[in-house]
């Protein structure tokens, strides 16, 4: 048996006659879904979020990462991984990138002939400025193929219509003669049917033929064809919201439907015509407050055109690694994504305090980023939602406690004057600052002190993503001292100090 851990970016492999661990492999980052092949040789593990660094003119490690002995291209920003392990070997096998902006990983399946392997996530247009949203301008959807043969990327298609996004892509599993392939969209509330062989017909004919138009499909992969899913698929809307898992059973679908606390059911007649039901998992409460704004946080039907949710940008309240060029501040100055943990309490809101509260950053959403009005009562439920999310606890921490490394790190980081600007509980003091990180057009500009509670699932850092590590951090961006005196410290204290930050 094998054991995403998510947190602590590594797969168990468990052995089921003992129940003990008897591997523990390597992950890149968030290792969320994966599937086998069916003589069991292969495992594909879908990573959750990118894992470069957000500049491209800074190169890591001479241009690659390393893991396990395998490297990955390192020198350009957002490129989520299928990470292949050999289960004969416990080792990887290989690291297959997505394209550019891939990100929000979450279904990952193994065609029933071991060929292919069908990954759903989100495909950001992270390097445009936010000025639209219609025909995916910020957030598109889409599905990664894999040769298994090759062990690469064969294709990305997009599953968008043109004027009809189909946000987040979710569970992912093909029919059991292989004839289809079927995918939930959690921000739209649909199954998606789509013809596995005209799928694979369409894309050998794109990516092979020689005409100009199938020329220009093979050097944009496919990624932007809003029309690519004409004629191979049907959107199934459900009754139920939020479906996330998915299964096929008797030729029927059901799916795992999160927030209507249901299983929606989907059977085709002798026509091929849908009969959609919804089965309740019992008694549920009544929705909260913050349950409700959950569901509308995650709703893409409050997005004009249901491009894209408040999640896409946000997975789980956090953050999808990427930077983006808001209009709040002006235009070419791209900042990363912000938690939205603690936000609520900690305003200023954006990394330049642009926002004076979460309140307004909320409502700011909607209208600029959903292109969408809403009632007041939806805002308020979102910042419910906020306000209820609870801290992770670090995967630094040893037992629930910080370890002896992490306590030596915590009298550095006082002893350093990290408190300074950092202080407990919330480890920031609600102010700004110019620590020197400014480039460009922002150099000297003052920022938001941020709060340090979770920074070990928020990399890469600084307000621009360049840092890939809070060694970089620290030592690369902070020649200085002007962001906590750190200059004296040697390898070892660094790194107690760095273990300290990590745990909280």
């Not at 043109?162 to 987040?168: E, L, S």
């Not at 062989?197 to 990624?223: E, F, P, Q, R």
């Not at 961006?477 to 906590?484: I, K, P, Q, T």
Request: a neutral charge; glycine letters at 6%.
């Amino acid at each position: 048996m094998f054991v995403c851990n998510r947190f602590d970016n590594s797969l168990s492999v468990i052995d089921t006659d003992t129940d003990k661990e008897i591997a523990k492999i390597p992950m890149m980052r968030e290792p969320f879904a994966a599937d086998i092949t069916r003589d069991g040789r292969y495992l594909f593990v879908a990573n959750h979020l990118p894992t470069s660094n957000q500049i491209e003119e800074y190169v890591i490690d001479g241009g690659y990462m390393d893991i396990n002995g395998y490297s990955i291209d390192g020198r350009y920003a957002a490129k989520s991984v299928v990470v292949v392990v050999n289960t004969e070997t416990n080792r990887l096998e290989a690291i297959i990138q997505l394209p550019e902006g891939s990100t929000s990983l979450h279904g990952i399946c193994v065609s029933p002939d071991s060929k292919y392997v069908y990954v759903t996530h989100i495909l950001a247009r992270y390097k445009k400025p936010t000025r639209y949203i219609e025909r995916g301008s910020i957030n598109m959807n889409a599905l990664s193929i894999i040769d298994i043969v090759e062990m690469k990327l064969k294709s990305t298609v997009i599953l968008d219509d043109i004027d009809r996004g189909a946000a987040n892509p979710w569970g992912v599993i093909c029919s059991d003669d292989g004839e289809f392939l079927y995918i939930t969209h959690a921000g739209t509330h649909e199954i998606s049917i789509i013809d596995r062989g005209k799928l694979h017909t369409k894309l050998n004919n794109a990516l092979y033929s020689n005409t100009t138009t199938d020329i220009t499909s093979v050097v944009d992969n496919t990624i932007y064809d809003l029309t690519f899913m004409s004629g191979l698929r049907q959107r199934i809307r459900l009754k139920g919201n939020g479906p996330r898992g998915i299964v096929t059973a008797d030729k029927k679908i059901f799916a795992a439907e999160y927030f209507s606390d249901s299983i929606g059911i989907v059977a085709l007649d002798i026509h091929g015509n849908p009969i959609v039901t919804s089965v309740e998992l019992g008694q549920t409460n009544p929705k909260t407050q913050a349950r409700k704004g959950e569901m509308y946080f995650n709703d893409a039907d409050l997005c004009f055109q249901t491009w894209q949710s408040c999640a896409s940008c946000h997975p789980y309240g956090r953050s999808d690694a990427l930077n983006w060029d808001l209009l709040n501040d002006g235009v070419g100055n791209p900042k990363k994504t912000r938690s939205m943990l603690l936000s609520h309490q900690t305003p200023p809101a954006m990394i330049t305090g642009v926002r004076p509260s979460t309140e307004d950053a909320v409502r700011s959403g909607i209208e600029h980023i959903l292109f969408q009005e809403c009632p007041e009562s939806y805002a308020v439920a979102i910042d419910a939602y906020l306000k209820s999310l609870k801290v992770v606890p670090s995967p630094y921490l040893v037992n629930g406690k910080l370890s002896r490394n992490a306590k030596r790190g915590r009298k550095i980081f006082k002893k350093s004057g990290c408190n300074e600007c950092h202080p407990p509980p919330l480890y920031t003091d609600l102010k700004k600052y110019d620590v020197g990180t400014g480039r460009g057009n922002e150099k000297n500009l003052s920022f938001d002190t941020p709060i340090l509670i979770e920074i070990w699932r928020t990399a890469p850092y600084l307000y621009d993503g360049r840092a890939q590590s809070l060694y970089e951090v620290m030592t690369t961006y902070n020649r200085r001292d002007r962001h906590g005196v750190t200059s004296h410290l040697n390898y070892k204290e660094l790194n107690d100090l760095i273990e300290f930050i990590l745990s909280l």
